[in-house]
């Protein structure tokens, strides 16, 4: 089957959830990714950072291949070999005491929204219904019901009322706008520590700290989304380092997975930790033996691999270079580590940019129409970043 047809199939049997760019991908390694025809393009999404590791990563491919001798599925109605061991390393990564596995990153942010809550009862004192959390304007916690009531993005939103309570939002980088919204019933400030689908924004240094403090000051636990800015993607092992702001729990997801399946959790300290009891909580998949198995060797190939140290070097090259092609509708380019965007004139169609980057070799996104997102694998070299860049060059310089 060639390409189009492809297309067709997921047109009429798929719900038009998705507007893909038209590119089929059948097969993929390290950081590229090939179309049915044989065609090769360098991966600058990632699966939204979901591919740190690179496609197929050996390492990765072994584990499952030898899990799937093993076990595959066990429920948490009875302990598996396995997830134990992946919680310790994962702990061990974080630099957390406890750990609470889910498969999906909207469910690490449900899961901490629901210690949050609870937090807020049992620890802080707030009466059962009362708790509010902040969240920011432009942000994305996923797709669940939860995280959809605290966006502000009309697409994500549109006609899904009622929405969840208890949400405050505020704007993002605006500490005095959190310190507004305090009350006695906040138990959590909830935010992207760069925000990715809002088109990598950064906020200013000391931003992260103040949030801290704010938390500190007024009994408030800090939820930092690091679904998409962590495990090593900014250059950093998550993105709250850069400020050294620790945060009370971290939602954690994407590249949890190695690219070969969905694993999510949320790492916190036991004080936070301990409001899950039996049966409160949980997941059918969650923990399983096999994605305790990848997930193992998704943390020891950052490890091995220190893809934090990649990813801060390549992306400074990234930014300088990128910034110097003469392109007319080029606003700037921002980012840390290898999670950078390219932002174009309001209400430029970033959407050909991606079309004609596509046939030039490179697969990018646009996000709110005139940004576009570069995000490639963190395995990525310095000869394959110069070639990729030489790409976006060719592309830009025609506009
Ligand atoms: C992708 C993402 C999520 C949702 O993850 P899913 O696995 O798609 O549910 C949540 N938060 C952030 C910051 C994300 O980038």
Same mark, same amino acid.
């Given at each position: 089957?060639?390409?189009?047809? @492809? #297309? ?5 049997? /798929?719900?038009?959830? @998705? ?44 584990? !499952? ?30 630099? @957390? ?35 509010? #959390? ?25 006609? @899904? ?23 006695? %019933?906040?138990?959590?400030?909830? *935010?992207?520590?760069?925000?990715? $689908? ?11 700290? &103040?949030?801290?403090?704010? =938390?500190?000051? %007024?009994?408030?636990?800090? #939820? ?19 400020? %050294? ?9 994407? &590249? *949890? ?5 969905? #694993?999510?959790?949320?790492? &916190? ?24 198995? !990848? ?12 893809? $934090?140290? %990649? ?15 003469? =392109? ?14 390219? !932002?174009?004139?309001? /209400? ?26 570069? &995000?490639?694998? *963190? ?17 830009? $310089?025609?506009?």
């Amino acid at each position: 089957m060639k390409t189009q047809e @492809y #297309i067709d199939l997921d047109e009429k049997y /798929g719900a038009h959830n @998705y507007h893909p760019l038209p590119v089929v991908l059948s097969k993929a390694k390290g950081v590229k990714v090939i179309d049915p025809e044989g065609k090769e393009y360098f991966d600058f999404l990632s699966a939204y950072s979901a591919v740190n590791q690179g496609h197929l990563h050996p390492k990765i491919v072994k584990a !499952v291949r030898d899990q799937l001798d093993r076990v595959t599925l066990t429920s948490r109605a009875f302990h598996n070999d396995k997830m134990g061991m992946f919680l310790k390393k994962l702990c061990e990564f974080t630099g @957390y005491e406890m750990a609470l596995p889910m498969n999906t990153g909207a469910e690490a942010v449900e899961t901490a929204i629901k210690a949050a809550r609870r937090w807020g009862v049992e620890v802080k004192g707030v009466q059962n219904g009362k708790q509010e #959390i902040i969240c920011m304007e432009d942000n994305f916690h996923g797709r669940t019901l939860a995280a959809i009531s605290m966006s502000s993005d009309p697409d994500s939103t549109v006609n @899904y009322g009622p929405y969840a309570p208890g949400f405050i939002r505020v704007p993002y980088q605006d500490i005095k706008a959190i310190e507004k919204a305090v009350t006695p %019933n906040t138990v959590a400030v909830i *935010l992207e520590p760069i925000q990715g $689908e809002a088109g990598v924004v950064v906020p200013p240094e000391g931003y992260l700290k &103040a949030v801290r403090a704010l =938390c500190d000051k %007024n009994k408030m636990l800090f #939820i930092a989304d690091e679904v998409q800015t962590g495990f090593c993607r900014t250059g950093k092992r998550f993105a709250w380092e850069h400020e %050294n702001a620790r945060p009370d729990i971290m939602c954690l997801g994407k &590249a *949890l997975g190695g690219g070969v399946m969905p #694993i999510s959790a949320i790492v &916190a300290d036991h004080g936070v930790m301990k409001v899950f009891t039996p049966g409160t909580h949980g997941s059918t998949f969650g923990g399983n033996p096999l994605a305790g198995a !990848v997930g193992i060797a998704s943390l020891e190939v950052l490890e091995e691999g220190k893809l $934090e140290e %990649n990813a801060e070097r390549l992306g400074r090259i990234f930014r300088d270079e990128v910034a110097k092609i003469p =392109c007319k509708k080029m606003v700037l380019v921002r980012g840390k580590g290898l999670l950078n965007a390219i !932002v174009f004139e309001k /209400g430029f169609e970033a959407w050909n940019v991606c079309l004609a980057l596509r046939d030039a070799g490179l697969l990018a996104k646009q996000t709110h129409g005139n940004i576009i997102r570069f &995000a490639p694998p *963190l395995v990525i070299n310095e000869k394959e970043l110069r070639e990729a860049i030489a790409i976006i060059r060719s592309v830009l $310089e025609k506009i």
